[in-house]
């Protein structure tokens, strides 16, 4: 059973930095993806950013490029997604997800077939 779990989530204040981690258990992926997926309050789940386990791509929403940094590790099965200068606008449920079907993943959430249960990220301003 693939079992995703996110940390790192928190309360912090604008211009802050946080990294959330999201530990894969259960399967080892050598193809395939991984990205970061957040829903606001009253808001859909939208794309962060996604790369592929094999490196080489990264990709990011607007809202987050040049902020935001995914990474991975293979070795440990991890992945990272390091957000500095937060804004309050950033605040919500931030979800790990996992895609064995997509080479580098999609901005689809029907790409991913697995996903984390979510860590909460709060901004205050």
């Known amino acids: 059973q693939v079992q995703l779990v996110e940390s790192g989530g928190g309360l912090v204040q604008a211009g802050d930095s946080l990294r959330l981690s999201c530990a894969i258990s259960g399967r080892t992926f050598s193809s395939g993806a991984v990205g970061w997926f957040r829903q606001a309050p009253g808001k859909e789940r939208e794309f962060v950013a996604r790369?592929?386990?094999?490196?080489?791509?990264?990709d990011y929403a607007d809202s987050v490029k040049g902020r935001f940094t995914i990474s991975r590790d293979n070795a440990k099965n991890t992945a990272y997604l390091q957000m500095n200068s937060l804004k309050p606008e950033d605040t919500a449920v931030y979800y790990c997800?996992?895609?064995?079907?997509?080479?580098?993943?999609?901005?689809?959430?029907?790409?991913?077939?697995?996903w984390g249960q979510g860590t909460q990220v709060t901004v205050s301003s």
């Open positions: 790369v592929p386990w094999s490196g080489g791509y990264t």
């Open positions: 997800a996992a895609s064995s079907r997509y080479s580098s993943g999609s901005r689809s959430q029907q790409a991913w077939d697995y």
